[in-house]
C-alpha cells in the first residue's frame, strides 16, 4: 500500500533492520500475543521510534552544524516526545490479540526496505 503513495524515508542501521525483521519472523512464527512477544514488539518500536525521531529533528540540526545548546534543547524536546509515545505504544500492545499482533507484523515489513543498489 505505501508504494502506491507518496512517502518521507528515514534511514535506520543495517543492525535495525536486520534485528526487526528476525523479530518479526519471530513473532510471526509464535503467532502469539503473549507478554514476551509484546515486550519485544515494545523495543523494537521504541528503538524505530528513536531512528526515526533522531533522522528526522536532529539529522537537519547536524547538517545545518546548530551550536551545542540548540542541539540540547532539541533533544530534550525529543526525548520528551518518545517519553509519551512509549506510553501510548505500551498501552495499546497491552491489549493487543493474536490478530492485531500480526497486522503490526505486517506493518513493521511494509514499512522496513533494503538500501538501493548503487
Same mark, same amino acid.
Given at each position: 500500500?505505501? +508504494? /502506491? /503513495?507518496?512517502?518521507? !524515508? $528515514? =534511514? %535506520? @542501521?543495517?543492525? &535495525?533492520?536486520?534485528? $526487526?525483521?528476525?523479530?518479526?519472523?519471530?513473532?510471526?512464527?509464535?503467532? +502469539? $500475543?503473549?507478554? /514476551? *512477544?509484546?515486550? /519485544? &514488539?515494545?523495543?523494537?518500536?521504541?528503538?524505530?521510534?528513536?531512528?526515526?525521531?533522531?533522522?528526522?529533528?536532529?539529522? @537537519?540540526?547536524?547538517?545545518?552544524? $546548530?551550536?551545542?545548546? &540548540?542541539?540540547?534543547? *532539541?533533544?530534550?524536546?525529543?526525548?520528551?516526545?518518545?517519553?509519551?509515545? +512509549?506510553? !501510548?505504544? #505500551?498501552?495499546?500492545? +497491552?491489549?493487543?490479540?493474536?490478530?492485531?499482533? *500480526?497486522?503490526?507484523?505486517?506493518?513493521?515489513?511494509?514499512? %522496513? #526496505?533494503? =538500501?538501493?543498489? *548503487?
Amino acid at each position: 500500500m505505501l +508504494k /502506491q /503513495q507518496s512517502h518521507i !524515508v $528515514a =534511514p %535506520i @542501521p543495517d543492525e &535495525l533492520r536486520s534485528r $526487526a525483521l528476525s523479530t518479526v519472523t519471530e513473532l510471526r512464527n509464535r503467532g +502469539k $500475543a503473549d507478554k /514476551q *512477544a509484546i515486550d /519485544q &514488539l515494545f523495543e523494537l518500536i521504541v528503538e524505530m521510534t528513536d531512528s526515526g525521531l533522531d533522522f528526522f529533528f536532529l539529522e @537537519p540540526l547536524r547538517r545545518l552544524n $546548530a551550536s551545542s545548546m &540548540l542541539m540540547g534543547m *532539541a533533544r530534550v524536546g525529543i526525548s520528551s516526545m518518545l517519553k509519551g509515545s +512509549k506510553m !501510548v505504544v #505500551h498501552k495499546v500492545l +497491552k491489549k493487543l490479540d493474536d490478530r492485531s499482533l *500480526a497486522a503490526i507484523l505486517d506493518f513493521i515489513e511494509e514499512i %522496513i #526496505h533494503e =538500501p538501493e543498489t *548503487a
